[in-house]
């Protein structure tokens, strides 16, 4: 059964950082590549990141870039997303999900960027 | 490219025939997918590559489309569809829809 079990929720200041994990189970995650997908509050689904199947290759959405930071350890099956310089806005629950169509998403963080 | 989901909200019975569209700015060269969010949940898996029915998913689900416009139908509609429906296109860029809600009549 494939599973992503996201970590790291919290309530954080703005301009600080946080590094949200990803563990993966159930199938080879040295396979695919992996993306976070973000939700704000009683919002739509927002896409920020992708990372390769080799950490190849990396792309973000510009709300993000140049300050979050995606990456993987294949030898842990673990995706992580470094999010830096946080703004209110950032405040979302954050979704871990497999492919590139998603078709398998984890349960979800919330990150609440608040003074 | 910008995706463009109507409507956004939509009253229907069950049993009905339900049809959501998905409008892009560009061609998307069927690189649509489709979920289903329901309320505190994480989005599920649909529809892939326009017209691909993920495992699992009921036959009443459908998907099509091409160039620019895309569908997502259910011919039946069951308690259990109500939540809110996105489309995603992964041909330049990865972009999501605004969503559409569907709400019992």
């Known amino acids: 059964e494939v599973q992503l079990v996201e970590s790291g929720e919290g309530l954080v200041q703005p301009g600080s950082s946080m590094k949200l994990s990803c563990v993966a189970s159930?199938?080879?995650?040295?396979?695919?590549?992996m993306n976070w997908i973000r939700q704000a509050p009683k919002k739509g689904l927002e896409w920020i990141a992708l990372?390769?199947?080799?950490?190849?290759?990396?792309y973000y959405a510009d709300s993000v870039k140049g300050r979050f930071t995606i990456s993987r350890d294949n030898s842990k099956n673990t995706l992580y997303l470094e999010m830096n310089s946080l703004r209110s806005e950032d405040t979302a629950m954050y979704y871990c999900?497999?492919?590139?169509?998603?078709?398998?998403w984890g349960q979800g963080v919330m990150v609440t960027v608040s003074s | 490219i910008q995706l463009t989901q109507s409507p956004s909200l939509l009253s229907a019975s069950v049993g009905d025939r339900v049809t959501l569209s998905c409008k892009g700015s560009?061609?998307?060269?069927?690189?649509l997918a489709w979920y289903q969010q329901k309320l505190g949940e994480a989005p599920k898996l649909l529809i892939y590559?326009?017209?691909s029915l993920q495992t699992g998913i009921p036959s009443r689900f459908s998907g099509s489309g091409s160039g620019t416009d895309y569908t997502l139908t259910i011919s039946s509609l069951h308690s259990e569809d109500l939540a809110t429906y996105y489309c995603?296109?992964?041909?330049?860029?990865?972009?999501f829809g605004a969503g559409t809600k569907l709400e019992l009549k």
């Open positions: 159930g199938f080879t995650f040295s396979n695919y590549g």
């Open positions: 990372i390769y199947y080799d950490s190849s290759s990396k």
């Open positions: 999900a497999k492919g590139w169509f998603f078709d398998y």
């Open positions: 995603y296109q992964y041909n330049n860029g990865y972009t």
């Open positions: 590559k326009t017209d």
């Open positions: 560009q061609n998307i060269n069927n690189y």
